[in-house]
């Protein structure tokens, strides 16, 4: 094993679209060869590192061989250069991409699919679905109740204005056929009395005609106070039906790119790479 020297590099970087909403933050760790050239440290010769600053090792692998250190290498404000140079090449280098539904207003996650989105999309809208119809629910539910206990009162008014027609009919045939039964019976005049209980039963045939009047008024309230739950109701299951789901047409792409406050550079240092060394001088680089 043979230990090269390179450049490790690990920060923070935070994509935001406030207009979008959207948020999402990003680790980089990148490992780049040092070398004694004009361009010591060139980060776009880099590559994921693969491991975290706090898990470098701090102790070399036994009977293991080091190559040369540049001189560069050597000086501590290099590494305050290269750090600059770090985070202007994240700010040129970086962007994420991630997928979006305006509708919903969800973005897809880290290394999600769109795949994987379109299935979590589904069940997003699902739930949002299922928002917008308790919602819907807790609007309709005071006046549909309001309606129904509208209507039992109604109901209830109109068997009481039946129930008194029913009465006084019955009372009034029976009146109206006593005085007839009276006039008729052996009698050669009619008397005052006589004439009285026909007034009597005259006026008692006109209050179950008015009375019966009243039934029909009670009973075209209850039909409208019907019709008016009806609509009610009709009118909630078109809301509801229309919270349809989302369609695939729905899911777009978006790309956004760091700000420099954006970037939070973590570390820099100096980075011992280990590599295997063949028989034939073949470098295969061991850390991954």
Not at 103 to 117: A, C, I, K, M
Not at 121 to 129: G, M, N, V
Not at 213 to 230: F, I, K, P, T
């Amino acid at each position: 094993m043979i230990y090269l020297p390179a450049v490790f590099g690990e920060a923070e970087v935070r994509f935001s679209d406030a207009k979008k909403g959207f948020e999402s933050m990003r680790i980089v760790r990148v490992l780049t060869p040092v070398e004694d050239a004009a361009i010591p440290v060139n980060w776009d010769e880099g590559e994921e590192a693969g491991l975290a600053g706090k898990d470098l090792e701090s102790a070399p692998f036994a009977n293991a061989e080091f190559g040369e250190l540049p001189a560069v290498a050597a000086k501590p404000k290099s590494y305050e250069e290269w750090r600059k140079d770090f985070a202007a090449w994240l700010y040129r280098a970086q962007s994420l991409e991630a997928y979006h539904s305006p509708g919903l207003r969800v973005f897809s996650q880290p290394n999600e699919s769109e795949g994987e989105f379109r299935i979590r999309l589904q069940q997003a809208s699902r739930e949002q679905r299922d928002l917008m119809i308790e919602g819907l629910r807790k609007k309709y539910s005071p006046k549909i109740t309001a309606l129904q206990e509208r209507i039992r009162r109604a109901e209830q008014a109109l068997a009481r204005e039946s129930e008194q027609v029913k009465h006084q009919g019955v009372q009034t045939v029976i009146s109206i056929g006593a005085t007839l039964l009276g006039a008729f019976l052996g009698r050669k005049t009619v008397s005052t009395s006589t004439l009285g209980r026909a007034t009597t039963a005259a006026r008692g045939a006109g209050r179950v005609l008015k009375e019966r009047q009243d039934v029909g008024r009670a009973q075209e309230n209850v039909e409208a106070l019907q019709q008016q739950l009806a609509d009610l109701e009709a009118e909630f299951k078109a809301e509801a039906e229309s919270a349809a789901l989302p369609g695939a047409e729905s899911i777009q792409t978006i790309t956004v790119k760091p700000t420099k406050q954006n970037i939070s550079v973590k570390l820099v240092v100096l980075a011992w790479a280990p590599w295997w060394k063949s028989a034939t001088g073949e470098r295969i680089p061991a850390w991954k």
